[in-house]
């Protein structure tokens, strides 16, 4: 079961300092900077996933600069990307159209021969057809038919029809090295699966399933074990954006040839509490929870309350330094946990002083915080992680604050989840 990662720009500075808090001297942003694949000693993913929708073009703008999106056209995905075939021999370059960006449209402002134009120029070795999402996913035993559906969703049905045996014809321009991939949407279970039947009869050998992103496991379950009862064995399965990682053996159960996400990246950020991930000895996913000590001059938290009159902003940047030198001394085994923590807890609570709360209740969310941190102080897993983030950065990756050390700490989730699924196929086979 392969694993692509599904990248939107993820690179960092490897020369950043973290004690000055600033970039490399001379650093060209993109060019000296470095992808996951790059950065860590070995690629953290069987391939990777690009969305025209991230790209973007002159219709729709994505995430890329003009002169980003330009040199991609030019050079390709592999190139740009610094994700060769010579390097990372096996690997896939897969793209999709990005159905969420453009779901609210009537229909897909991408036809089946731009699509394909676009992944010829790029290089890519996997491409999906243009879909449209479907949003609704019926419940067992009130699953509807073609019949019972609004008009909108049956049109959505269609056009992902439609694009995908257009997409097959043209794609065949591109020649053996290229694998089009038809995309399956639907409303139910069944639904997906007559789709998933359309398209393996149109001579697809590789499909991927989308519209999975909102779904519960146990819909996706459903999803999966209704495909795979109609599908001929031979023909594989893509699942398009699985956040889901937890639950790598219901993919397996199911045949899923490979699937794409960017969770263990994205979550180091965005997930509160489970945002720094490490293995137990059972080999489950745990996870630890990174030490917010925002710049004091750039938290717009902090700004809002200096505005209010209700914080020195001098105050505040002592209250950062301390925090930082804290964490830092404690990494050192210079102080120990307790003091680390009075560190940290007592910018913590000027961050997120409550003037609504109750004095009991600051006092309990003070109380939860302070035991969370010190779970991470006093287990200090940087030292148990051999990946370049730990090894390099140290306690670094579990500072919560600006993208250098948001960035790496999801590179070296990504490691964590490469090994854990390694493990899993290990296991599996
Ligand atoms: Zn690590």
């Not at 992944?119 to 890519?124: I, L, T, V």
């Not at 509807?144 to 049109?155: F, T, V």
Request: charge should be neutral.
């Amino acid at each position: 079961m392969k694993f692509v990662f599904a990248d939107s720009l993820d690179f960092v500075d490897p020369a950043y300092d973290f004690i000055a808090d600033r970039n490399g001297a001379g650093r060209t942003i993109h060019r000296d900077d470095q992808f996951p694949h790059e950065f860590l000693d070995t690629s953290p993913y069987d391939g990777i996933l690009v969305s025209r929708g991230i790209v973007g073009d002159a219709l729709i703008p994505g995430k890329y600069t003009e002169a980003q999106l330009m040199r991609f056209r030019r050079e390709g995905a592999r190139r740009f990307l610094r994700y060769s075939r010579e390097q990372f021999p096996d690997s896939m370059m897969m793209g999709d159209c990005g159905a969420f960006t453009y779901r609210n449209m009537p229909e897909p402002p991408y036809r089946a021969q731009d699509t394909v134009e676009f992944y010829g120029d790029g290089d890519f070795s996997h491409g999906c057809s243009p879909d449209h999402l479907i949003f609704d996913f019926d419940d067992q035993d009130a699953e509807r038919s073609e019949k019972e559906i609004p008009e909108d969703i049956r049109i959505r049905f269609e056009i992902t029809q439609q694009n995908a045996a257009e997409f097959l014809r043209e794609a065949k321009s591109l020649g053996r090295r290229f694998v089009p991939m038809g995309v399956i949407q639907g409303w139910s279970a069944p639904s997906m699966a007559q789709a998933a039947l359309n398209l393996a009869k149109m001579g697809y050998v590789y499909l991927a399933i989308g519209g999975t992103v909102p779904l519960r496991i146990e819909q996706i379950r459903r999803a999966l074990a209704a495909i795979r009862e109609v599908l001929p064995k031979q023909v594989r399965l893509h699942l398009l954006g699985f956040g889901k990682i937890e639950h790598l053996a219901d993919l397996e159960r199911y045949g899923v040839t490979s699937f794409d996400t960017t969770s263990p990246l994205v979550r180091a950020f965005k997930d509160s509490r489970k945002n720094y991930w490490a293995r137990s000895k059972a080999g489950e996913l745990s996870y630890y929870t990174a030490i917010r000590i925002p710049q004091a001059t750039e938290n717009n938290r902090l700004k809002v309350k200096a505005l209010q009159g209700r914080l020195d902003q001098e105050e505040a940047r002592q209250l950062e330094a301390t925090a930082l030198n804290g964490v830092r001394r404690l990494a050192c085994r210079e102080i120990d946990v307790e003091d680390a923590l009075d560190a940290v807890m007592a910018y913590w609570e000027k961050l997120n002083w409550n003037d609504e709360a109750s004095p009991s209740k600051r006092v309990q969310a003070l109380d939860r915080q302070r035991r969370i941190y010190a779970q991470t102080l006093q287990d200090r897993p940087w030292e148990g992680c051999d990946c370049r983030v730990c090894r390099e950065g140290g306690v670094e990756a579990l500072i919560f604050r600006n993208s250098n050390r948001n960035k790496r700490r999801g590179m070296h989730n990504l490691h964590v989840f490469y090994k854990h699924l390694q493990d899993f196929r290990a296991d599996a086979v």
